[in-house]
């Protein structure tokens, strides 16, 4: 089992920034991409970031790409999505996952262990 613990939502206003922090733990040699998803409300949940923990090869969706940053700190086992220039468009809960797939995967069902996720609220 990998154990995954998101913290860092929040609410700002538009044109705002948020670093969002997954701490894991457990089995975490069992997988080997950790990825951002958000699910905003009455919508399917959406791949935001990915990023090999071993390489540190990322992939972004379209929609953030250049507005967020994945990156990891191995030595304490956390993964961060740090957010700017946000949009009210990208009010969501945000779910932190792990699985043993291709970074460039951005299947939600791929993904193997999933954390409770962190509300994340953009004012316009």
């Known amino acids: 089992q990998v154990q995954l613990v998101e913290s860092g939502g929040g609410l700002v206003p538009a044109g705002g920034s948020l670093r969002l922090s997954c701490a894991f733990s457990?089995?975490?040699?069992?997988?080997?991409?950790m990825g951002w998803f958000r699910q905003a409300p009455g919508k399917e949940r959406e791949f935001v970031a990915a990023?090999?923990?071993?390489?540190?090869?990322?992939s972004y969706a379209d929609s953030v790409n250049a507005r967020f940053t994945i990156s990891k700190d191995n030595a304490k086992n956390t993964v961060y999505l740090q957010m700017n220039s946000l949009k009210p468009e990208d009010t969501a809960v945000y779910y932190c996952?792990?699985?043993?797939?291709?970074?460039?995967?951005?299947?939600?069902?791929?993904?193997?262990?999933w954390g409770q996720g962190t509300q994340v609220t953009v004012s316009s």
């Open positions: 990023i090999r923990r071993s390489t540190g090869s990322t």
């Open positions: 996952a792990s699985g043993s797939i291709g970074v460039l995967d951005t299947t939600a069902s791929n993904y193997r262990y």
């Open positions: 457990g089995r975490t040699f069992t997988t080997n991409t």
